[in-house]
């Protein structure tokens, strides 16, 4: 792959959030990297980023022709999964394990409760067909796929009115070769249906984990496909034909093909991109261990940068539905300036999950929205310009705010407006908190040993009061914090993950196994990025095994380097990595015991090209704007307000102040004091021990 900076200098990164969509524009002729924000149009998220590209080119000078790059974040696979807007699909299967997605894990979440809410089951029992085959877990057949039966298969596909088909036979990971040969035969007959095979998605050990990722990717693929058609469509308008990238959940960006042909890689696609900036800011910064926290218009996530290395897990899920497949390690609950401040019928005041969304929006957006949210409690309290929200571009109602704060929460709580707003703060912040915390105690992790990383467009606002609430010294601010996603996106690479389950003693025994199941996982991964247009000299493999005790039911990511032929030592050096990240997570270790690998996995990296963005100079105008009227320690105060963009490295912000920028707004809370640091992160200290 060449590079484009000389034909097509500008490189494009779009964040598609709930809220807004993010843009982060890098011209290779001025090395200056800009932010841009617009409204996300849900009805059709390609219409909001062609608007947001578009006005991004007026506003900073360059032509649509000049894009070469379009690395794109998009939460239409996690929406299309939380709300059920799925293709209708069949589930070919082993006879008799048609019912594997209900039997699941026989996992109860509230164990005192009388009546558990059920699973979700993506396929109906109906759409669920048997197949007359097995192979056993050492890759052998035991019963040959019976191929006459397979005209039947079709004509009950057919009758079922299937967009899609779903195919997880037993043992496949061990021997795909029943799987390939049904899918060959399903194509021909109908070229039309999208089929996905289980050892294609996620070839690894473990039934329903492996068969609820192939269904959720079945199912996605008519949506995503769909939405790409959308985009694609879009991508000739005006000159502009930029080589297009999807990011995946694993933090590296993929093919149009590889995206269309598994979407599931998608599903933390947007949120992926913050942690990818959090990992090179660490590195910036000289700070290794960070709290990365987004808080966006509708959740807040919660990601962990641990001695300069961004957590990856090989299995998360999106609404109680697991998915097998690597991505980054990330908690989200719903808090944002979005979410709903409301009184229930006991008296309590909630805020979240439910969110006003990018449609009303918050009431001080005058779109309608008439339930008090986050954002307009920030304003009651001065927090925010109503005259300088994003840069100006947008005008917030303050008095439709305030009679919003007093109806649904003032009033019921008996509380002024003022002391309303506080409580929605003292309650999102408590709930921020409690992400943290829990982030980092299950890892066996101390807060104050950590700098928090605030970012998104809410985030500013709430950062120094969850810290200091946690005993966190340190909080940093990043440049255009309100598009660090898409900042993480723009020095993405390409990646792809390939797996292989083989369960065996991690012993020296054991090596000229493991020697060839690298093997064949190295020449994939080469064949992987050869058929993306990567060249030999950027392409990168590294190699990470699942390791557990034997007798566990889990297991644990052992990064292995760029191992190819593994000796003795290599293999010895790995088993006590186990030990060493088993006693972090877990608090024990037993070096006595044996140790099993059982997935072995190669991370199959193409280098992009990555020009490296000039820190643009301090606007030339007085880094402290003013002062503003802001409610504080329980009484309105004049609280000066500076200009981030003028800031310089002799500035001191001493709080309680307020710093404004384009497109987000921090509050610098007493006790703290911010000054400029490395790559332009306004660092906050705070002075109390």
Request: hydrophobic share 45%; aromatic share 6%.
């Amino acid at each position: 792959m060449t590079s484009t900076d000389n034909v097509r200098p500008v490189r494009i990164a779009v964040d598609i959030g709930g809220t807004f969509t993010d843009l982060q524009i890098l011209d290779a002729r001025s090395g200056i990297a800009h932010a841009w924000k617009t409204p996300t149009t849900p009805e059709d998220p390609s219409i909001g980023l062609m608007r947001g590209v578009t006005e991004a080119a007026e506003r900073f000078g360059f032509a649509l022709a000049d894009v070469g790059l379009l690395l794109h974040g998009t939460t239409i696979a996690t929406n299309a999964v939380l709300e059920r807007k799925l293709a209708k699909g069949v589930l070919l299967t082993t006879a008799g394990f048609e019912d594997v997605l209900e039997i699941n894990r026989h996992v109860r979440r509230d164990i005192y409760g009388l009546a558990p809410e059920p699973f979700p089951t993506l396929i109906p029992r109906d759409r669920r067909l048997g197949v007359t085959e097995r192979m056993r877990a050492d890759g052998t057949a035991e019963i040959a796929l019976d191929e006459s039966a397979v005209p039947a298969l079709l004509d009950r596909i057919a009758a079922l009115g299937a967009d899609c088909v779903a195919v997880s036979l037993l043992h496949a990971y061990a021997n795909p070769a029943h799987e390939q040969r049904l899918a060959a035969m399903l194509r021909a007959a109908r070229p039309d249906l999208p089929v996905s095979l289980s050892s294609d998605i996620s070839p690894e050990i473990r039934e329903y984990e492996r068969t609820s990722t192939t269904v959720l990717n079945t199912l996605l693929v008519p949506v995503v496909k769909a939405y790409l058609d959308r985009l694609e469509a879009r991508l000739g308008e005006g000159g502009f034909h930029p080589l297009v990238f999807l990011v995946q959940s694993n933090g590296g960006v993929c093919s149009l093909r590889v995206a269309a042909e598994q979407p599931a890689r998608l599903l933390l696609s947007g949120p992926s991109g913050g942690t990818l900036a959090a990992g090179r800011l660490s590195a910036l910064l000289s700070r290794p261990n960070l709290v990365a926290v987004d808080m966006g218009g509708t959740s807040y996530d919660v990601s962990v940068v641990q001695d300069g290395r961004v957590s990856v897990i090989t299995q998360g899920e999106i609404d109680r539905l697991p998915v097998r497949l690597p991505m980054v390690e990330m908690r989200t609950i719903g808090a944002g300036g979005g979410s709903i401040a409301a009184v229930d019928a006991g008296g309590r005041l909630t805020v979240g999950p439910r969110s006003a969304g990018a449609r009303p929006g918050p009431v001080a957006y005058g779109r309608g929205g008439t339930e008090p949210t986050v954002t307009d409690a920030n304003l009651a309290l001065g927090r925010l310009d109503p005259d300088f929200f994003l840069g100006g571009m947008m005008k917030l109602d303050m008095p439709a705010t305030r009679a919003a704060l007093e109806a649904k929460v003032g009033g019921p709580l008996r509380l002024g407006v003022e002391e309303a707003a506080e409580g929605i703060l003292t309650v999102v912040n408590a709930n921020l908190g409690a992400a943290i915390r829990l982030s980092l105690f299950e890892k066996g992790l101390d807060p104050r040993d950590f700098c928090l990383l605030s970012f998104g467009g809410a985030g500013g606002l709430h950062a120094t009061d969850v810290a200091a609430e946690l005993g966190m010294k340190e909080v940093a601010f990043p440049r255009e914090p309100g598009t660090l996603s898409a900042y993480g996106i723009l020095f993405s690479d390409l990646t792809q993950d390939i797996a292989r389950s083989r369960v065996m003693r991690a012993e020296p025994a054991n090596l000229p196994q493991v020697i060839e199941v690298i093997a064949a996982l190295r020449a994939e991964a080469d064949a992987r990025l050869a058929a993306d247009g990567i060249p030999p000299e950027r392409r990168r493999v590294s190699i990470a095994a699942d390791m557990r005790y034997h007798g566990q039911a889990f297991e644990l990511l052992i990064p292995w380097g760029e191992v190819a032929t593994p000796d003795a030592g290599d293999l010895a050096a790995l088993v006590e990595a186990f030990h060493a990240t088993h006693r972090q997570r877990f608090s024990y270790a037993n070096p006595g015991d044996p140790v099993e690998i059982v997935t072995i996995r190669a991370i199959a990296t193409g280098l992009l090209d990555k020009p490296e963005p000039g820190d643009p100079p301090p606007a030339e105008r007085p880094a402290r704007k003013g002062m503003r009227r802001a409610f504080e320690g329980g009484a309105w105060r004049d609280i000066p307000v500076w200009d981030r963009e003028a800031l310089t490295f002799t500035d001191t912000i001493e709080g309680p102040a307020v710093v404004e920028e384009a497109f987000a707004t921090h509050w610098i809370a007493r006790g703290w004091t911010a000054e400029l640091g490395a790559a332009g992160t306004l660092i906050a200290r705070r002075d109390t021990p």
